[in-house]
Nanobody
Framework: QVQLVESGGGLVQAGGSLRLSCAAS????????MGWFRQAPGKEREFVGFISTNGVSTSYADSVKGRFTISRDNAKNTVYLQMNSLKPEDTAVYYC???????????????????WGQGTQVTVSS
C-alpha cells in the first residue's frame, strides 16, 4: 500500500509558475514509476507527465511539453511537477499516481495507475 499526498497548488496569474509536490509513504516509493494527471471541471482526467523509478526517463503530454518538468527525490519519497508559463487552460485538479501495469504500458492511460492522491487545485487567471 502506498499513500500519496499532493501539495503546492494555488492561484496564479497566466505566465506564472508553481511547483507541485507528491509525497509518498508506505511501501518503498523509489521502486515505482509515477505519473501526474489533471482533471478540469466537466472533463476527463488527462495525462500530464511520467517519470521512471530512477528519474532518467520522463515523458509529457504535448500540451505541457516545454513548460512542465517532472523530477523526483527518492531520498525524500517525493515527486515534483514544476509548472512554468502557466495558461488559464492549465486550471485543474492535479493528481499524482503510481504506475501499476504489467507488460506493455502506454503510461498515459489513467487505468494503468493506482494509489491516487487526493489532488491539489491549480487555478490560473488570465
Amino acid at each position: 500500500q502506498v499513500q500519496l499526498v499532493e501539495s503546492g497548488g494555488g492561484l496564479v496569474q497566466a505566465g506564472g509558475s508553481l511547483r507541485l509536490s507528491c509525497a509518498a509513504s508506505g511501501r518503498t516509493h523509489s521502486t515505482y514509476s509515477m505519473g501526474w494527471f489533471r482533471q478540469a471541471p466537466g472533463k476527463e482526467r488527462e495525462f500530464v507527465g511520467f517519470i521512471s523509478t530512477n528519474g532518467v526517463s520522463t515523458s509529457y503530454a504535448d500540451s505541457v511539453k516545454g513548460r512542465f518538468t517532472i523530477s523526483r527525490d527518492n531520498a525524500k519519497n517525493t515527486v515534483y511537477l514544476q509548472m512554468n508559463s502557466l495558461k488559464p487552460e492549465d486550471t485543474a485538479v492535479y493528481y499524482c499516481a503510481v504506475l501499476a501495469c504489467a507488460g506493455y504500458c502506454t503510461r498515459t492511460n489513467a487505468a494503468e495507475y493506482r494509489y491516487w492522491g487526493q489532488g491539489t487545485q491549480v487555478t490560473v487567471s488570465s
